[in-house]
Nanobody, 124 residues
Framework: QVQLVESGGGFVQAGGSLRLSCAVS????????MGWLRQAPGMEREFVSA????????SYSHSVKGRFIISRDNAKNTVFLQMNSLEPEDTAVYYC?????????????????WGQGTQVTVSS
């Protein structure tokens, strides 16, 4: 397993931007597809975005597509989520997630492990 530590959450007004980071340690980072999940109060955890081991392919949920950008730096064992045009509906705890992959494909929406989460609050 890998250890995941998120950072970059905070409070922002609607229309603003935040950049989340996730530092990964413990195993070979480049063998893992990475993703972001989120959980709003009273809601189930939901998929936000994913990126392949190489970073060549990405996927997004319908609600964030066109506003969020996922990326990774394999030299620094870090994955990012750039969140633009934030809306109050984006308020949630955001979790970095990892899935071991034997090939350079997208992981779908299921992951092997995730971090402790970072709070994002968007005011209207």
């Amino acid at each position: 397993q890998v250890q995941l530590v998120e950072s970059g959450g905070g409070f922002v007004q609607a229309g603003g931007s935040l950049r989340l980071s996730c530092a990964v340690s413990g195993r070979t980072f480049r063998n893992y597809a990475m993703g972001w999940l989120r959980q709003a109060p009273g809601m189930e955890r939901e998929f936000v975005s994913a990126i392949t081991r190489s970073g060549m392919s990405t996927s997004y949920s319908h609600s964030v597509k066109g506003r969020f950008i996922i990326s990774r730096d394999n030299a620094k064992n870090t994955v990012f989520l750039q969140m633009n045009s934030l809306e109050p509906e984006d308020t949630a705890v955001y979790y970095c997630a990892a899935k071991y992959m034997y090939t350079d494909q997208l992981p779908g929406t299921d992951f092997d492990c995730w971090g402790q989460g970072t709070q994002v609050t968007v005011s209207s």
